[in-house]
């Protein structure tokens, strides 16, 4: 049956794929709208499953925080190319699935994906884009931090962000120090709040590397556990948050800085997500 460009021009609208793609469903599908619909998810899924194994090192990073700022949702969506991070169709699906993350709580990606959207699930309407644009796309995390005050940061390309629970806000406005340890977390990647925070597991290595070191060194047997514990104490001064020196100010380590903007000022703890690690 001949097939009109109105005809062509609703399926696109109700589903976003290409002109060429509802031409064909509906050739196929003898004009009806439901069969064409499915025809175009299939697509997609064939299109998803033939690029399963390809990696999704670009994307963009959503984030929601409620309006009380106690609550704080982020979710990255990656894709392959920057240039598909960039599209619209991209960023609305993006912030779709935040709005109901945030409205949700969701435990997993997982469970995140069979939350509805509209008709579809958020993993069906992530298939029927990836038919449409022809590269995988995938939630690539998913974060939901709680407490007294949430800052939320979201790093330049919008590939990364931060999110910091904040404790002792009471007295003070104390967004702007917020950020400011947000971006301190983006640039320093540290691993934990404070040193109690630190793995058992990074620990002990960081403990075994010392002592192979001061062996190597040749230095006496009786000072090797010394020796490591020295080093155990400069990677807690390098790699915890509290512990850092502040790059706004290598004077203080953060913790003193966030004590000197409102007594009692301190990180609970915080989140650090990234599209492209």
Same mark, same amino acid.
């Given at each position: ?22 031409? *064909? ?5 003898? !004009?009806?709208?439901? *069969?064409? %619909? ?20 670009? !994307?963009?990073?959503? +984030? ?6 106690? =609550? ?13 991070? *960039? ?9 779709? =699935? ?19 959207? !509209?008709?579809?699930? /958020? ?12 590269? *995988? =796309?995938? /939630?690539?995390?998913?974060? =939901?931090?709680?407490?007294?005050? @949430?800052?939320?940061? %979201? ?8 999110? @910091? ?52 060194? !040749? ?34 380590? +953060? ?5 000197? +903007? ?16």
């Amino acid at each position: 049956m001949a097939i009109t460009a109105q005809e062509v021009n609703k399926l696109r609208q109700m589903t976003g794929a290409g002109m060429m793609d509802c031409k *064909k469903a509906l050739v196929e599908s003898d !004009g009806d709208f439901d *069969k064409a %619909i499915e025809i175009l998810r299939k697509k997609g899924q064939k299109v998803s499953e033939k690029r399963a194994g390809r990696q999704t090192n670009e !994307g963009s990073v959503f +984030v929601q925080t409620n309006d009380d700022e106690t =609550i704080s949702v982020v979710v990255g969506l990656g894709c392959e190319t920057d240039f598909v991070a *960039k599209n619209e169709d991209f960023k609305n699906l993006g912030n779709e =699935i935040l709005k109901i993350a945030a409205d949700a709580h969701p435990g997993s990606v997982d469970e995140l994906k069979t939350l509805k959207n !509209g008709d579809l699930t /958020i993993g069906e309407k992530i298939t029927e884009l990836v038919g449409k644009i022809g590269e *995988k =796309i995938d /939630i690539v995390a998913l974060e =939901i931090l709680e407490g007294e005050k @949430v800052v939320p940061y %979201i790093h330049a390309g919008s590939k990364l962000s931060v999110l @910091v629970a904040l404790k002792g806000t009471e007295g003070t406005d104390v967004a702007a120090a917020g950020r400011d340890v947000a971006m301190q977390i983006a640039a320093m990647r540290p691993v934990a709040v404070d040193k109690d925070g630190v793995d058992t597991a990074i620990v002990e290595k960081e403990l075994k590397i010392g002592r192979e070191q001061a062996i190597a060194e !040749g230095k006496p047997e009786h000072i090797i556990d010394k020796i490591a514990e020295g080093k155990l104490n400069k990677f807690y001064k390098e790699n915890t948050l509290l512990n850092q020196a502040f790059v706004k100010d290598n004077s203080m380590t +953060v913790g003193k800085y966030l004590d000197s +903007v409102n007594k009692g000022l301190t990180v609970e703890t915080f989140k650090r997500v990234s599209v492209n690690q």
